[in-house]
């Protein structure tokens, strides 16, 4: 705590309405300091970026493709221990890949939306990627379990 004089100052700037604490970006009221507070959000912004992770879920599914290809014709070698392992990979990675694609497809949606709904508070966008994140858990690891 300082001295009394410092203190009252502190007391008589708060009561003048001048806030306590500002961004960075934001000039402060009489024009000096800070940055641009011109920040926006555009639609071409959200929608690029949707366009974006909708382009992801479609790699996913060119590599899902790839993955059950690669898997044809192994199934018929279940005697072997080796490929009894590499199914229960490819079981792994393909649960997980059709979920990443599911992910994207959704996340695609809610960009969109945001960029659409520019309007709406930040707690109801937040709400939309909530909503988002309860639906597709994390995947547990696969592997080095004993059996």
């Known amino acids: 705590m300082g001295s009394f004089e410092e203190e009252w100052a502190r007391l008589r700037g708060g009561a003048s309405g001048e806030p306590g604490m500002r961004l960075a970006s934001v000039p402060a009221a009489d024009g000096g300091g800070g940055g641009d507070a011109d920040v926006q959000s555009t639609r071409p912004a959200w929608t690029a970026a949707g366009t974006a992770v909708g382009g992801l879920a479609g790699d996913v599914k060119k590599a899902l493709t790839g993955l059950e290809t690669g898997q044809t014709g192994l199934a018929a070698k279940g005697a072997v ?61 696969t592997g080095g379990q004993e059996r």
């Open 81 to 141: 221990e080796s490929a009894a392992a590499q199914s229960e990979v490819y079981t792994s990675w393909k649960t997980y890949l059709e979920a990443l694609s599911g992910r994207c497809t959704a996340l695609q949606g809610k960009l969109e939306r945001a960029g659409n709904d520019l309007f709406l508070t930040d707690d109801n966008l937040k709400g939309l990627f909530t909503e988002l994140a309860k639906h597709y858990q994390d995947t547990p690891a």
